[in-house]
């Protein structure tokens, strides 16, 4: 099957001198559901951000459904991100002064539409019902991280990245979340899914180790 990530000899340095990756090659095919694990600080956050166009690689290249991201300026690398990939950060980054529901709506606006039935019905999914009208300050940290998941998935992305999506939820919330990713894969999405979690490092396609910002 045809790639939809293709990784060339990616390297970062944020300091000029020394390499957070190093040399990184990886090909995912479409639709497949590909885990990045290693230890904290070996590089699967930045690499995240460089393949979700949000960092750019000191040298390599990467494209993405055919085209090289690297060759992108700002705007197109915003669109191109708008358009094909939902991100589920390792930080929440939702927008503090807007309900759950609004704080969804937010990803409908800037893809499509906005359309608050559907926006609901997301939350819904991710066991939110009960918080549609809470601004992030009054929810908790696992509900906050269900709303991010709810408005990366708003727009049934092409390829789904996420960053320790589970990282700070209990086992049940954790299996609601892993269903709903899995019933995206099933549906043809692929998925890029950072994880220090044994239990869905089985659950994938396949594992990527990283170590000091190489692939092991
Ligand atoms: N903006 C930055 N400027 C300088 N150094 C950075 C920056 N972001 C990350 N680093 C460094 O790059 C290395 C890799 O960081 P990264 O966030 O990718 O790790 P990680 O594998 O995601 O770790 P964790 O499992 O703790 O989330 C770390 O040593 C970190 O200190
Ligand atoms: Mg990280």
Known sequence: MESIIKIDNLCKSYDGKNNVLDGINVNIKKGEWVNIMGPSGSGKTTLLNIL?????????????????????NQSQLAEFRRNKIGLIFQQYHLIPYLTSVENVM?????????????????????????????????????????????????????????????????RKNGTIILDIFKKL????????????????????????????????
């Open 52 to 72: 979700s166009c949000l960092d750019k690689p000191t040298s390599g290249s990467i494209s993405i459904c055919g085209e090289d991201i690297t060759k992108f």
């Open 106 to 170: 937010m990803a409908q606006y800037f893809h499509s539409a906005v359309d608050e039935e559907e926006a609901i019905e997301a939350l819904k999914d991710v066991g939110l019902g009960h918080r549609l009208n809470n601004i992030p300050g009054h929810l908790s940290g696992g509900e906050q991280q269900r709303v991010s998941i709810a408005r990366s998935l708003i727009n049934s992305p092409e390829i789904l990245m996420a960053d320790e999506p589970t990282g700070n939820l209990d």
């Open 185 to 216: 894969h099933e549906k043809g999405s692929t998925i890029v899914l950072v994880t220090h979690d044994p239990v869905i490092g089985k659950m994938g396609d396949r594992t990527i180790e990283i170590m000091d910002g190489k692939i092991l």
